[in-house]
């Protein structure tokens, strides 16, 4: 076991540079990690350019660093496309709302006009007589009429005693 892990770091130490072993440990963190996409690159990651340009930069890598670096440049850039958001297919709140709601519309008519009579002025169509609120109050059960207490000879005076006058 002794003499795999020294050979193995042998094998570390003369083929693979620092540079290269500092990319890799960069990219494998980049790949593990989830860090989501800065919010000011995320308009330039989804299109053609981008595409090609990382395509290119990987095999350039690939052919020029190491094979391994390679892979993982191309891993890293998949993870780059699919963590980004496309900001390409996404409309406004707004927009969105307008367009659901005309569709939705589509096959409802509004009357623009109502009907109006010789002089102008606007028709009710509406009967008041087959309003809920007057069958409603039909149906219920007849109210009794409080009997009157009196004849309603009360006289009220401001006050009783000396001096005291009729209002």
């Known amino acids: 076991m002794k003499n795999l892990a020294k050979s193995a770091t042998k094998f570390v130490s003369k083929n693979v540079k620092a540079h290269e072993l500092v990319l890799s440990v960069l990219l494998l963190f980049y790949v593990f990690s989830g860090v989501s996409t800065p919010s000011i690159i995320v308009p330039y990651i989804h299109n053609y350019i981008s595409y090609i340009v990382a395509f290119f930069m990987v095999l350039i890598v690939f052919t020029t660093v190491s094979p391994l670096i390679g892979i993982l440049f191309a891993i890293a850039f998949l993870v780059l496309f699919r963590r980004t958001p496309d900001l390409g297919h996404l409309?406004?709140?707004?927009?969105?709302?307008?367009?659901?709601?005309?569709?939705?519309?589509?096959?409802?008519?509004?009357?623009?006009?109502f009907p109006k009579n010789a002089k102008g002025e606007v028709i009710q169509t509406k009967n008041l007589n087959n309003n809920l609120e007057v069958e409603v109050i039909e149906k219920m059960a007849p109210t009794k009429e409080f009997q009157s207490l009196g004849d309603g000879a009360y006289q009220a005076i401001q006050a009783g005693g000396i001096n005291a006058s009729e209002l």
């Open 91 to 113: 409309e406004s709140s707004e927009e969105s709302k307008l367009q659901s709601m005309a569709e939705l519309n589509s096959n409802f008519s509004i009357p623009l006009e």
